[in-house]
């Protein structure tokens, strides 16, 4: 594996040679491990001896350095000119910020690179705010001035649980650089930092902390004026309104935001022609309470010539054909799934079982041959959901019925979504949106299985539990599911619940 160092500089004659060889010590540390280091001088203009006595001593040291001049490009430009270098070049997995004047300690860098790995955490901050952190070589109004600055990066830039935003002395993953940062974020370093932090969280991105030890620049430190604090104040603001965007981005599609979390690691999304969680689907098959209740939600709506897409092991296929007297076209494509639905459906002369999308068999030039499309845990399955729903309207007959059941509240995004391939859980907004916008008129939505919100966030947000388990899914069948239809039937339009159920008419 290996790493860049980003050393920053500007007129750091007098550091250089000390921040290479304690960078020369960390790189023989974390050589031991099999993690190679190579460093990014990126210079701001020095027009002092730096860059020729860094390459001096780096060639003393054997230090694979490349220097990249940015000529009055600013600290932020330069930084970020640099971080595009590492991206472009692609060989890092992950890139240190150092300051090439003295103030950060490069041998405290091991320990930040191990816990960043360790952790697959976004971005791992070297903190003097932390229990065991400290800038010695601050005066007290400047500790004072940076704690109240990173307090306000709380408060207005939503950024949770992280006491030194500010800090440029950190570990940072690839994919964080290529974040798009607000123009009045890039007005000086501890504002820049401080985005990426909130940017980083409102993607989906862990941010670490760890403490180490600020000392004193070789340079000074100069004071803090009020045009610096107004900047520092524009960019916070503009920072929380990309961050509430990125939020808002991610409630719509949790995938990317899945993929970034360190606890979600390990899972295997499903991929079309694949089901990454047979086992859970295989322990969701006997739950005939549950997904009969589903069914006789749907009421009336349910015709005599049904499509459904998604049919998975025709647990839903054979609740339909239990209750209303029409056929159905289950269409199942997962090649895992196919057999096993196809045993198990077998014999029944009302069900045709095929292995296809909805897609292939409109092409087919099925389109208008059905007065119903069903959708039960499906839709949430495909990336272009939107698409979907347009092909289900060719589908349909006009007048025909969407009948739709979908996982509810993104807030509850959790491992089991990710390893079951779920692009998103919706909102009760962006669910009616897209169904309108398919040419479909709304005729009823509401939340679903109410009682099951507060177990199901406890076991799969909580505490994490990354599987369904035979058991666990018997109770949640012959208990909250008889507890949740009896809370429903006094609170008819719940105000919340683990799913969404949705009918809607083909309009035209």
């Known amino acids: 594996m290996r ?36 460093v990014l001088l990126a210079d701001d203009g020095s027009d002092d001896a730096t860059i020729d006595l860094a390459r001096a001593e780096a060639e003393h040291l054997a230090i694979d350095l490349e220097v990249l001049k940015c000529t009055r490009s600013g600290r932020v430009g330069t930084i970020r000119a640099a971080f595009a270098h590492v991206r472009d ?37 070297g903190s003097r705010w932390v229990r065991g952190g400290s800038a010695p070589g601050n005066s007290l109004t400047r500790s004072l001035a940076s704690r109240l600055g990173n307090q306000l990066v709380r408060w207005l830039a939503r950024v949770d649980g992280v006491s030194d935003s500010t800090s440029g002395f950190r570990v940072t993953h690839p994919d964080v650089l290529a974040l798009p940062v607000p123009a009045d974020a890039l007005a000086e370093t501890s504002v820049y930092f401080a985005a990426l932090t909130a940017l980083a969280q409102a993607n989906g991105f862990v941010v670490q902390e760890m403490p180490i030890t600020f000392r004193p620049r070789y340079s000074g430190v100069p004071a803090i004026s009020r045009a610096d604090t107004r900047r520092f104040l524009l960019g916070l603001r503009a920072t929380r309104q990309a961050g509430a965007a990125a939020r808002a981005e991610h409630h719509s599609d949790q995938t990317n935001w899945a993929k970034r979390q360190p606890h979600f690691a390990g899972q295997d999304p499903a991929a079309q022609s694949h089901f990454g969680a047979l086992d859970e689907l295989e322990a969701l098959a006997s739950a ?18 049904t499509v459904e897409v998604g049919a998975g092991l025709g647990t839903v296929t054979l609740a339909i054909t239990e209750r209303h007297p029409g056929t159905v076209l289950a269409l199942e494509p997962a090649a895992n799934v196919f057999p096993r639905s196809a045993k198990r459906l077998a014999g029944n002369p009302r069900i045709t079982l095929r292995q296809a999308t909805s897609g ?21 399955h495909i990336e272009d959901d939107s698409g979907e729903l347009l092909t289900a309207r060719h589908l349909l007959v006009p007048g025909g019925h969407l009948c739709l059941f979908v996982p509810a509240m993104p807030s509850l995004y959790s491992a089991i979504d990710h390893k079951s391939g779920h692009y998103r859980r919706y909102t009760k907004a962006t669910l009616r949106a897209k169904v309108e916008q398919a040419g479909f008129t709304v005729e009823s939505i509401d939340y679903f299985d109410v009682a099951s919100v507060l177990p ?52 035209g």
């Not at 550091?15 to 290479?20: D, E, K, M």
């Not at 320990?111 to 901050?125: M, N």
């Open 89 to 125: 070049a692609g060989s890092s997995a992950f890139v240190v910020t150092l300051d090439g004047d003295g103030q950060h300690d490069a041998r405290q860098i091991p320990d930040l690179v191990r816990a960043h790995l360790a952790g697959g955490y976004g971005i791992t901050i």
């Open 456 to 507: 199901y966030w406890l076991m799969y947000r909580v505490l994490g539990v990354e599987s369904l388990g035979t058991g666990s899914n018997a109770i949640y069948d012959r208990v909250i599911v008889p507890v949740s239809k009896v809370v429903q039937r006094i609170l008819v339009h719940p105000p919340l619940g683990k799913n969404l159920i949705l009918v809607a008419r083909r309009s």
């Open 3 to 38: 790493g860049t160092i980003l050393l920053a500089t500007h007129n750091d004659a007098r550091s250089i040679a000390p921040v290479l060889q304690e960078i020369d010590e960390a790189r023989s540390v974390l050589g031991r491990s099999d993690i190679a280091l190579g």
């Open 360 to 380: 292939e068999v409109l092409a087919e030039g099925m389109d208008s041959q059905f007065d119903t499309a069903v959708y039960v845990n499906v839709l949430e």
């Open 288 to 305: 005939h309470n549950f997904f009969g209740w589903i069914v006789d939600g749907f009421g009336t709506a349910i015709g005599q010539r």
